[in-house]
Structure formats: structure tokens, C-alpha cells
């Protein structure tokens, strides 16, 4: 079945619509994978440095605080 040189632009320009629209939908797609994924990036990040600065507060022995202690007697 033949069609018409009209007809047969019409398909190649509903073909290229079609790839267009594909290609958008999958930018699209990785766009949102890659912000949640930059997302969960700062939310560890900031886990991370949340526990650090606890250890670092947290990292004072007792002969530590003592030695602080006697010096000021």
C-alpha cells in the first residue's frame, strides 16, 4: 500500500514528534532520578557531619576534664 508524498511527510513529522516527546520524557526522568539522588546526597552529608561534630564534642575523657580541673586549682 502505497501513500501519497503528503501522507508520507505527515508520518516522517509525526515520527520525529514521537522521538522528540521520547527524548524529553527521558531527560525528564533522569533529571528527577538525579535530583533525588542529590537529595539523599546532602541528607547523608549533613548525617555525616551531624555525627562528626557530636564525636568531636563528645571525644573528651575524663583525664582530660581532670587535667583542665587541676590546672585551675
Same mark, same amino acid.
Given at each position: 500500500?502505497?501513500?501519497c508524498r /503528503?501522507?508520507?511527510?505527515?508520518?516522517?513529522?509525526?515520527?520525529?514528534?514521537?522521538?522528540?516527546?521520547? !527524548?524529553?520524557?527521558?531527560?525528564? +526522568?533522569?533529571?528527577? $532520578?538525579?535530583?533525588?539522588?542529590? +537529595?539523599?546526597? !546532602? $541528607?547523608?552529608?549533613?548525617? !555525616? $557531619?551531624?555525627?562528626?561534630?557530636? $564525636?568531636?564534642?563528645?571525644? +573528651?575523657?575524663? /583525664?582530660?576534664?581532670?587535667?583542665?580541673? /587541676?590546672?585551675?586549682d
Amino acid at each position: 500500500m502505497s501513500k501519497c508524498r /503528503t501522507c508520507r511527510n505527515i508520518v516522517y513529522a509525526l515520527d520525529a514528534v514521537v522521538a522528540v516527546a521520547v !527524548v524529553v520524557a527521558v531527560v525528564a +526522568v533522569v533529571a528527577v $532520578a538525579v535530583s533525588a539522588v542529590a +537529595v539523599a546526597v !546532602v $541528607a547523608v552529608a549533613a548525617a !555525616v $557531619a551531624a555525627a562528626i561534630a557530636a $564525636a568531636v564534642v563528645a571525644a +573528651v575523657s575524663y /583525664t582530660h576534664l581532670r587535667a583542665h580541673e /587541676t590546672r585551675e586549682d
